[in-house]
């Protein structure tokens, strides 16, 4: 797979995100996704997104960095939302926070088969 087309596929990605367009999810993810280390597979994923979106209704998923290096990318993410309650252990509670979150991702047939993420949860506190 060439830069371009993964970019291009983790593009489409972001975007059913932000769309929230669950029935596409498995286009971009292999059945058997894994997320930091643990198999929760493609239903797991979907079920953690929605949550996501219940918690963090303003939820928007903005790429700063993008760095493609087939067959892995790796994206720098920037929100600037209001989590309802309790959002990383954090009593956020309607709180406007901005943070980022850095993102691994392993593609297999043009799908995401691995994912890691690291959220900066101090730039949380920070705000609180």
Same mark, same amino acid.
Request: overall charge negative; aromatic content about 12%.
């Given at each position: ?8 596929i ?13 029935p ?24 953690m ?11 928007h998923?903005? !790429?700063?960095l993008?760095?493609?290096?087939p067959?892995? !990318? ?14 990383? *252990?954090?009593?956020?509670? *309607? ?16 799908? !995401? ?10 730039? !949380?506190?920070?705000?609180?």
């Amino acid at each position: 797979m060439i830069r371009a087309e993964l970019r291009e596929i983790y593009q489409g990605y972001i975007a059913c995100l932000n769309e929230q367009d669950w029935p596409r999810l498995g286009e971009f993810l292999q059945r058997d996704v894994r997320y930091n280390g643990r198999l929760i597979a493609l239903q797991g994923y979907r079920e953690m997104l929605e949550r996501d979106f219940r918690e963090i209704p303003d939820l928007h998923f903005s !790429i700063a960095l993008l760095i493609c290096d087939p067959p892995h !990318i790796a994206s720098r993410l920037a929100f600037d939302c209001t989590p309802k309650g309790t959002f990383l *252990g954090l009593q956020v509670n *309607g709180k406007r926070v901005q943070f980022t979150e850095n993102v691994f991702y392993e593609f297999e047939a043009d799908r !995401i088969a691995q994912v890691w993420s690291v959220i900066d949860k101090a730039a !949380i506190e920070a705000q609180l």
